[in-house]
Nanobody, 117 residues
Framework: QVQLVESGGGLVQAGGSLRLSCAIS????????MGWFRQAPGKEREFVAA????????YYTDSVKGRFTISRDNARNRVYLQMNSLKPEDTAVYYC??????????WGQGTQVTVSS
């Protein structure tokens, strides 16, 4: 059974930082591209960042470039999202997800991030 469990969300003031973690089990972690999406109230879920199974070449949505960093630890089956210089518009539920080929196959339950102004 595949499980993705996010942690690290919370309430932070604008300009602050949070580090999200996602623990993955039940799949061959090193074979999957890992990603983070987010969904704000009343909005569609949107892509935030992803990192392939080969270490390196992470990619980001434009609104978080230079502020967020995605990383992965293949030895521990974990993926991280370091979020700096947070803005109120970053407020959302953040989801960890895994992709083997073209579709995001597995999703976590989400963790709430709230940035106050």
């Amino acid at each position: 059974q595949v499980q993705l469990v996010e942690s690290g969300g919370g309430l932070v003031q604008a300009g602050g930082s949070l580090r999200l973690s996602c623990a993955i089990s039940g799949l061959t972690f090193s074979s999957y591209t890992m990603g983070w999406f987010r969904q704000a109230p009343g909005k569609e879920r949107e892509f935030v960042a992803a990192i392939s199974w080969t270490i390196g070449n992470p990619y980001y949505t434009d609104s978080v470039k230079g502020r967020f960093t995605i990383s992965r630890d293949n030895a521990r089956n974990r993926v991280y999202l370091q979020m700096n210089s947070l803005k109120p518009e970053d407020t959302a539920v953040y989801y960890c997800t895994a992709r083997r080929y073209s579709n995001w196959d597995y999703w976590g339950q989400g963790t709430q991030v709230t940035v106050s102004s």
